[in-house]
C-alpha cells in the first residue's frame, strides 16, 4: 500500500486556477499509476485525470480535456493537478488514487486513496 496525502484545494472564481498536489509515501512510487478522482455533492465519484507509472502516458474525462493537465514527478512522490479555467461543476471534493496493476488505464483499477480536498468554484 501507499499512503497518499492531497492538498491545494480551496475557493476559487470561476474562471480561475487552482494547483493539486499529492504526496505519496514509501520508496516505489514509480510503481504506481496514479490518478484524480472527484465527488461533487449527491453524485457519484467520477475520474478526472490519470498518468501512468513514467507520466508518458494521460486520460481525461471528456469535461476537463484542455483546462486540466495531471502531472507527476517520481523523485519527489508527488502527482499533481492543474486546474484553469474552473467552472462551478468542477466543485467536488478531490481524491488522489493509486494503482499497481496493469489496468492503469481503467478507472476501476484505483485501490489506495487519500482522504480528499475540497474544491469550490464561485459563480
Known amino acids: 500500500q501507499v499512503q497518499l496525502v492531497e492538498s491545494g484545494g480551496g475557493l476559487v472564481q470561476a474562471g480561475g486556477s487552482l494547483r493539486l498536489s499529492c504526496a505519496a509515501s514509501g520508496r516505489t512510487f514509480s510503481s504506481y499509476a496514479m490518478g484524480w478522482f472527484r465527488r461533487a455533492p449527491g453524485k457519484e465519484r467520477e475520474f478526472v485525470a490519470l498518468?501512468?507509472?513514467?507520466?508518458?502516458?494521460?486520460s481525461y474525462r471528456d469535461s476537463v480535456k484542455g483546462r486540466f493537465t495531471i502531472s507527476r514527478d517520481n523523485a519527489k512522490r508527488t502527482v499533481y493537478l492543474q486546474m484553469n479555467s474552473l467552472k462551478p461543476e468542477d466543485t467536488a471534493v478531490y481524491y488522489c488514487a493509486a494503482t499497481q496493476l496493469s489496468s492503469w488505464s481503467n478507472p476501476k483499477a484505483y485501490d489506495d486513496w487519500g482522504q480528499g480536498t475540497q474544491v469550490t468554484v464561485s459563480s
Open positions: 498518468i501512468s507509472w513514467s507520466g508518458g502516458l494521460t
